[in-house]
Each structure stands twice: as C-alpha cells, then as structure tokens.
C-alpha cells in the first residue's frame, strides 16, 4: 500500500485585521485558541478525508508533522493579517512540502471557519 502525506490548511481564527508585511508570525497556539478542539477538528477532518479516500480504494494518508508545520504558518500568516486569505505562495510551499512527499500532484484547501 502507497501512503500520502497530507496537510490540513485549516482557519480555525476570526477575521484577519490590516495586512503588514513586517509582522512575524506566531505559529504556536494562541491564547485565543483551544488546543484540544483544534487538534479534533483536524483528526476529525482527517478521518473524513480517509473515509472518503477510502470509499474511492485510494491509499490513506498520514500525517506529517513538517508539513503540518508549513501549512500552520501560511494559516497563521492570513489569520494573523500578515497576507491575504489566498493561495500565493503555492508553487514556494510545495517545493517545501516536496522534501517530505513525493509525486508530482499537490494541493491546497483553504477555508473560513
């Protein structure tokens, strides 16, 4: 059996307030932020994801904590008003996200929640 990695992009914050292109971004969980239950909602969109691969015969993925980590902080970047709510800086992600998984085919879900 082939497996995947995959990174859950997910917007788990408010609204993004003014861009500034200076700002460091905190990828650690903020205060405002419930570990327990961000951790759920991505296990429990992970295993959907699984479910649904699965009913499809496709391989299941797993996780992977380094590009957990480069998802997290273009996450952090767009909650944080650091960038727009976008896919810029795709093409730079996935070479690094390339490291950690092959194949030549990746994508990227964004989603406000």
Known sequence: V???SVA???MAFGCAGPRD???EVEVRIQPNENRIELEELVQSIFSKVN???AGKNLPRLILNEEINLIARRHSASMAQ???EFSHHGTHSRFR???KYVGGMHKAENLARI
């Open 21 to 23: 292109t200076t700002k």
């Open 51 to 53: 479910e649904h691969r």
């Open 81 to 83: 008003g650091v960038i």
């Open 96 to 98: 690094r996200i390339g």
């Open 8 to 10: 859950l992009l997910l």
């Open 2 to 4: 082939n497996f995947c």
